[in-house]
Nanobody
Framework: QVQLVESGGGLVQAGGSLRLSCAASGLTLSSYAVGWFRQAPGKEREFVAGHSWSAGGTTYTDSVKGRFTISRDNAKNAVHLEMNSLEPEDTAVYYC?????????????????WGQGTQVTVSS
C-alpha cells in the first residue's frame, strides 16, 4: 500500500521558516517525480515545487523562488520543502504528490499518489 505522509506544518509569523517533510512507504521515491502543492481556502490546488530523481531537475513556481527549497533524502525515502521568509499569502494546506512517469508537472492530474496534507498558517 502506497502512502505519502506530510509533516512539519504549523503556525509561524511572517518572515519565519518551516520545514515540511514527505515520507513515502510502498514506493521508492527515487523512481518517481515528486511535487509539492498547496491549497488555500476557496482556491484551487496549485503547484509549488517539484523534483525529478531521474532527470535531476527541480522546479519552483515564481512566487516561491528564492524562498523555498526542495531536497531529497534517499536514505529515508523522503523529500523536504524548506520554506523561508514566509508570507501570509503562503497560508494553505500543503500536499506532496508522486507520479510514476518521473517528470515534474505543474498539473494536479499528472500525479498518481497524494498525501493527506499539512496545514501551514503564516500570521502577519
Amino acid at each position: 500500500q502506497v502512502q505519502l505522509v506530510e509533516s512539519g506544518g504549523g503556525l509561524v509569523q511572517a518572515g519565519g521558516s518551516l520545514r515540511l517533510s514527505c515520507a513515502a512507504s510502498g514506493l521508492t521515491l527515487s523512481s518517481y517525480a515528486v511535487g509539492w502543492f498547496r491549497q488555500a481556502p476557496g482556491k484551487e490546488r496549485e503547484f509549488v515545487a517539484g523534483h525529478s530523481w531521474s532527470a535531476g531537475g527541480t522546479t519552483y513556481t515564481d512566487s516561491v523562488k528564492g524562498r523555498f527549497t526542495i531536497s531529497r533524502d534517499n536514505a529515508k525515502n523522503a523529500v523536504h520543502l524548506e520554506m523561508n521568509s514566509l508570507e501570509p499569502e503562503d497560508t494553505a494546506v500543503y500536499y506532496c504528490a508522486a507520479n510514476r512517469w518521473g517528470g515534474v508537472s505543474r498539473q494536479v492530474v499528472a500525479y498518481d499518489y497524494w498525501g493527506q496534507g499539512t496545514q501551514v498558517t503564516v500570521s502577519s
